[in-house]
């Protein structure tokens, strides 16, 4: 059926989730006081939550919509 979409509902709401998550990954580095980024926030949570985003987004793409 050419009108069919690659991926299932659930596959779509958590790629959203994932650009989400590293949407906010990003908000948190601009957010960190330090010179340059150079404190905790620019070094080491920001970069953990933007990983974790796109671990969620290739979770995402290699789900299968059709198990149950």
């Known amino acids: 059926m050419p ?4 991926f299932g509902k659930r596959n779509y709401q958590l790629m959203a989730i994932g650009l989400a998550v590293v ?3 990003f908000i948190i580095m601009s957010l960190d006081s330090e010179p340059y ?3 905790f926030l620019g070094l080491t ?4 939550v933007v ?3 796109f671990v969620l987004e290739i979770f995402a ?4 919509p059709n198990k149950k």
């Open 61 to 64: 793409i290699l789900r299968d």
């Open 45 to 48: 949570l920001g970069p953990m």
């Open 51 to 53: 990983l974790s985003g």
């Open 3 to 6: 009108g069919k979409l690659p």
């Open 37 to 39: 980024g150079f404190g």
């Open 23 to 25: 949407t906010v990954g």
